[in-house]
């Protein structure tokens, strides 16, 4: 509850309101700056933030919460990691750690109490990968903390969940035959981007992002060098929630370091890539100076295989068939991994290779004694 005193209150919109003294006006009156939030611990937290920073409020351990630390923690993490990445530090911080832990202060964490948040993430149906995700940037949100003095990480201890990778469903040699045909017999700028996913295995973001000039004709090479993405708003003001979109599609740089590279292109596809490409600034999809967004992508790609009569799969399983296939054919994995982008041979063999009965049968009938 609020108590007397603390120029914090609840708006009539549902939101709360936090007041403090910024400076001073040229008159000497006080200048106010205003704060908001969902609720009033979250408000709170935010106006001690501010007066600490302002060195209006010491540090006390006492009075720290987890929402405290939190919001410290991504003012300190927000230009130091890419949009896409912290729109997701965010999402899950508002969404899984504060509404379990907000409320309680530093020094109540306890590993019963984390194995309890994780065993109710798993049993609410939240993916392991994903549970496991979250307590990882628990954890780092919690060595912050301990780096500036809030709490002692000695005794807490994090176990993940187990990680049981699904194979992820991709198209049979007859039905990627039935695809490939449709795309080449429908030409748009869609199929050749999506012929180009089949004989290259780049990510979704990565053909968004693709420009003509990335592609040099004469040699044969298509370069990645940014890819484009929908993520969280991190600028959102819901004072302004009219004029502002809570999600925003951004064009940055590759998922990793090693995802900058250059793929040769099949002969036969280049050909039809070049009937796509005249503006050297264009996007290859688009045919614009505007980019194509990810999801547009996927419902449009969806929709062609309700047409060809084939099961509706996300359209990265065709990275992944891309992966399988190049092994099968003897690819060797160092080649496949520098190809897909990956940093390791090892997270190609991991993530991407799966094996069809058809290849572990002809394995099998090799063997000799």
Known sequence: MPKHGENIRKRKDGRWEARYEKGRKTNGRIHYGYLYGKTYEE???????????????????????????????KQATRYTVKDSSFASYDTWIDCHILPWFGFLEVGQLSSELIQQFSKEKIESGLAPRTVKAILILLKNILRYGEQKGYLSMKGIQFRYPRVDDQPLHILSDTQLHTLISYLMENPSRLCSGLLLCVYSGIRVGELCGLKCG????????????????????????????????????????????????EIPIPDFLLKILAADCRNPEDFLLSGSPFCMEPRSVQRKFQNILKKCGLPVINIHALRHGFATRC??????????????????????MDIYVHSSIQQKRSCMNQLTF
């Not at 935010?46 to 923690?73: A, G, Y």
């Not at 708003?233 to 995802?259: F, R």
């Open 43 to 73: 408000v709170r937290q935010k106006k001690l933030l501010i007066l600490q920073k302002n060195h209006l409020l010491p540090v006390s351990e006492d009075r720290i919460t987890m929402t405290f630390l939190c919001e410290e923690w």
């Open 214 to 261: 990335d592609i040099d004709f004469q040699s044969g090479i298509m370069k990645i060098r940014r890819t484009v993405s929908r993520i969280k708003n991190l600028d959102y003001d819901s004072m302004s929630a009219s004029e502002q979109p809570k999600t925003v599609v951004i064009t940055g740089t590759p998922k990793s370091a090693s995802s900058f590279r």
């Open 327 to 348: 092994t099968e054919m003897g690819f060797d994995s160092k080649t496949l991994s520098e190809i897909l982008g990956h940093s390791s041979a090892k997270i190609t």
